[in-house]
T-cell receptor
């Protein structure tokens, strides 16, 4: 039973355009959500997070949106750069310290 | 400041062999975690520890054991390796809860079991 789902295995966008990565969850007890970025042969690195009391969090080119009623979050990257090409994981927590990860979405940004 | 260091980086085992993966962190984090990553399945939590001398089961604990004898180290053991345990293993650490600070990951151990 996949509690956190990233239904798009891959996404390709042109440099300078917007990248939108999506994530759905089923557990209403989740109250904190994170996005991690992973390059090949490296560990995931934290990108941005959002608490369930907010619906938007912004950090530079990265913005995460949370729609609690739809149990959906998205990561927007504007403008996309070739260095953003990586696998992106969304993760959720019920304030236990334990994270439940989605399957990941591979983003390719073409020059 | 190394962060989270995993050893070894690669290993090939035969079915039935045993081995221990070592994770070391220098950030004085309380919590430590072991995950495995398999194609199309994201990262799944194997075991975790909320402090020195404590361990707890995650989503997929069968076939693995762990120990946290020192705050900075978290060991993952495979007593009798099986081909189904072929995976990339990641260690992570964090302060008490997700809200304090996100988990920091090592670069992984790629384990193949023949």
């Amino acid at each position: 039973d996949q509690q956190v789902k990233q239904n798009s295995p891959s996404l390709s966008v042109q440099e300078g355009r917007i990248s939108i990565l999506n994530c759905d969850y089923t557990n209403s007890m989740f109250d904190y959500f994170l996005w991690y970025k992973k390059y090949p042969a490296e560990g995931p690195t934290f990108l941005i997070s959002i608490s369930s009391i907010k619906d938007k969090n912004e950090d530079g080119r990265f913005t995460v949106f949370l729609n609690k009623s739809a149990k959906h979050l998205s990561l927007h990257i504007v403008p996309s750069q070739p260095g953003d090409s990586a696998v992106y994981f969304c993760a959720a927590s019920a304030n236990t310290g334990k994270l439940i990860f989605g399957q990941g979405t591979t983003l390719q940004v073409k020059p | 400041n190394a962060g989270v260091t995993q050893t070894p980086k690669f290993r090939v085992l035969k079915t039935g062999q045993s081995m221990t993966l070592l994770c070391a962190q220098d950030m004085n984090h309380e919590y430590m975690y072991w995950y495995r990553q398999d194609p199309g399945m994201g990262l799944r939590l194997i075991h975790y520890s909320v402090g020195e001398g404590t361990t707890a089961k995650g989503e997929v604990p069968d076939g693995y054991n762990v120990s946290r004898l020192k705050k900075q180290n978290f060991l993952l053991g495979l007593e009798s390796a099986a081909p189904s345990q072929t995976s990339v293993y990641f260690c992570a650490s964090s302060f008490r809860t997700v809200l304090d600070q996100p988990q920091h990951f090592g670069d992984g151990t790629r384990l193949s079991i023949l």
